[in-house]
């Protein structure tokens, strides 16, 4: 099941933020999606879902916005050097 939420905006955002007015919606529920990743509330599966694009294609427009494609806590990215180190021994 799908589900649908309204966005009430101004007149003009859509010149503010450059883009084309049937963009709009996409392009709010895409920054909603990178946030979301962002913060770590969502994977990046369910993110590229709610943006309704492809995980791959979600992750590269990442950067676009200045969102990193690896979402990794400290104690994550510790772990994983602790794992490249054990490797290498």
């Keep these: 099941m799908t589900k649908h939420v309204t966005i009430e905006y101004p007149d003009g955002l859509?010149?503010?933020?450059?883009?084309?007015?049937?963009e709009l919606p996409r392009e709010l529920?895409?920054?909603a999606a990178a946030k979301l990743y962002e913060l770590g509330r969502l994977s990046s599966g369910l993110a590229a879902r709610l943006a309704g694009i492809d995980r791959v294609t979600f992750l590269s427009r990442l950067a676009d916005v200045g969102v990193p494609a690896i979402n990794l806590r400290d104690e994550e990215i510790d772990a994983e050097i602790e794992a490249a180190h054990d490797l290498a021994r």
């Design 29 to 31: 529920t895409f920054l």
């Design 14 to 22: 859509s010149e503010t933020l450059a883009i084309a007015e049937d």
